[in-house]
């Protein structure tokens, strides 16, 4: 198993942890400092995502030319990459405080009348934290960007599994000394912190890297923020579609309907990092296909066999909730709380066809088209605000998953597929067809199953009882796939990877 493979089913485990900690997290958080402190953290976990995506912003553009030039073996460009990108870091700190700053001030504004004094005061403490969070991540991603480029994937996500299983031990101590969501806000810091020491470490005594600027190439600023400019106009238009709803809602409603919304964004935050997971690993792989070293594989070939694998994960997870979200969410976060899942459903139907098909995204950041997506997506999630704001005029909470979900059909489902197929050269149809063909055995056990389940099996009204459903769906998955879906690439990947697991067992 090569350090791909290796990288992907990391993350899965890393998937996996966070799945098991969001169960004992959200439920804690409830039941400690109550649903309106939750519906804060919620709240502000989206104001957080706006400081975050200059970090992402510039964090992708760093990966593109330095996986570039360490695909033409050029190192002393590679150090350079990463030494005129650690000056662009310290610019954009400086203009996060300035930006979190506004934040601060806007935010006691905005929402004067739906929060109480008290957590307006917490808002704005917890909004002075966030950007010390953010300096110091914008300070240290030049060394994930080197750690993934080497394609070191197994540290990579091995440091976030840890970290992220020990994040709800010293949550619920802190949160037991001061039962408030500032003390959520402070550990994930403390997590924050560890994760870049760690990173650091490992990329300067491991990697050997060297961040120096050897030149300061106009060319290469000039093509990092153009890049750069690209990625920030998506990024932003992610965050429109998944956090401004808590927002809006927040603005309308207050912290219960946020907290609410945010149990619904939780279960596809969950689900997002699955679409995730096998694409960002084969970035390198796709920029060496680019640079034309590799010629055994086309970048269609690798849309369509990692298009497939995705869709089988994500099926399985999307149809599994369908049929037992509900009675999860009720044993999870407990009553009062069923329109997280229709909001949940809502939204992950569409979204699947985004997630099946991320390795496009990774291959336009590649071949430099990402500028594209960027433009499309900033206009549909502007239209999404406005359409949020009319929708919840008419169906509550609803409306503003019913606005995110048509964005994402026009988007992802229509305008990006287009793309995919006439400008950037990716076989779609052919990615259709596959698909088709794939999912027909699932989708009907999936439609005999919620039948059942609706109509002849007892409810599950308890974690065993749900357990057992669960493993049972997941077994009758993968036997259907299995022998009606997989070819034999996915079957010995499979056997491979149930192999490895067990040797490493052993």
């Known amino acids: 198993m090569n350090e ?41 976990g989206s104001v957080m995502a706006y400081l975050l995506i200059m970090n992402a912003t510039v964090s992708s553009a760093v990966q593109r030319y330095y996986n570039k030039y360490l695909a033409l073996h050029d190192m002393e460009k590679a150090e350079n990459v990463l030494g005129v990108s650690r000056l662009i870091y310290r610019v954009l700190s400086l203009f996060a405080i300035i930006v979190g700053i506004a934040l601060i001030a806007i935010a006691n504004a905005v929402y004067a009348e739906s929060l109480t004094p008290a957590e307006l005061s917490e808002l704005s403490v917890m909004l002075a934290i966030l950007i010390v969070n953010v300096i110091i991540v914008l300070n240290n991603s030049i060394y994930t960007a080197t750690i993934e480029a080497h394609e070191r994937f197994v540290f990579q996500n091995s440091v976030l599994v840890i970290v992220t299983a020990l994040q709800p031990a010293f ?41 120096v600027v050897h030149d300061l190439d106009r060319s290469l600023v000039r093509g990092l923020l153009m890049f750069s400019g690209a990625i920030l106009l998506a990024t932003v238009a992610d965050q429109i579609f998944w956090r401004t709803d808590q927002l809006i809602l927040g603005y309308f409603f ?57 869709f089988f994960v994500l099926f399985a997870v999307l149809t599994g909730f369908i049929v037992f979200g509900d009675a999860f969410i009720f044993l999870w976060a407990g009553d009062g709380f069923h329109d997280a899942y ?13 997630l099946i098909q991320n390795v496009g995204l990774t291959i336009m950041r590649v071949n430099n088209t990402y500028g594209f997506r960027a433009r499309v997506y900033f206009a549909c999630a502007v239209i999404n605000i406005a359409l949020t704001i009319l929708f919840i005029q008419w169906f509550g909470i609803l409306g503003a998953a019913f606005s995110t979900a048509l964005s994402l059909v026009f988007c992802s489902g229509l305008v990006m597929n287009w793309y995919f197929w006439k400008r950037t050269g990716l076989d779609v149809p052919r990615f259709w067809k596959n698909i088709c ?47 009606f879906s997989f070819n034999e690439y996915e079957k010995n990947l499979l056997v491979n990877t149930c192999n490895s697991l067990l040797r490493r067992k052993g």
């Open 254 to 310: 207050g912290t219960a309907s946020v907290a609410v919304y945010g149990i619904a964004t939780q279960i596809w935050m969950c689900y997002m990092p699955l679409g995730l997971a096998i694409s960002n690993v084969f970035l390198p792989k796709a920029t060496r296909i680019f640079q034309g070293e590799e010629t055994d594989e086309s970048l269609s070939d690798l849309f369509v066999r990692i298009g497939r694998i995705q």
């Open 4 to 44: 791909r493979s290796k990288g992907a089913l990391v993350s899965y485990l890393y998937m996996i942890v966070q799945v098991i900690v969001n169960l004992i997290y959200v439920p804690l958080l409830l039941s400690t400092i109550g649903r309106n402190e939750f519906g804060l953290y919620q709240l502000v």
């Open 171 to 211: 949550i619920a101590l802190a949160v037991w000394i001061y039962p408030y969501a500032v003390s959520v806000i402070v550990v994930q810091l403390i997590s924050v912190i560890i994760e870049v020491l760690l990173r650091r470490y490992y990329s300067n005594h491991k990697l050997h890297a060297k961040v």
């Open 437 to 483: 063909r794939a999912a027909a055995p699932p989708f009907l056990l999936f439609v005999a199953i919620f039948a059942a389940y609706a109509l002849v099996l007892p409810a599950a009204d308890n974690w065993l009882l749900l357990l057992a459903y669960l493993v049972g769906y997941v077994v009758l998955y993968l036997a259907v796939c299995w022998l």
């Open 342 to 354: 229709l909001v949940a459903v809502i939204i992950m139907l569409p979204f699947t066809t985004d």
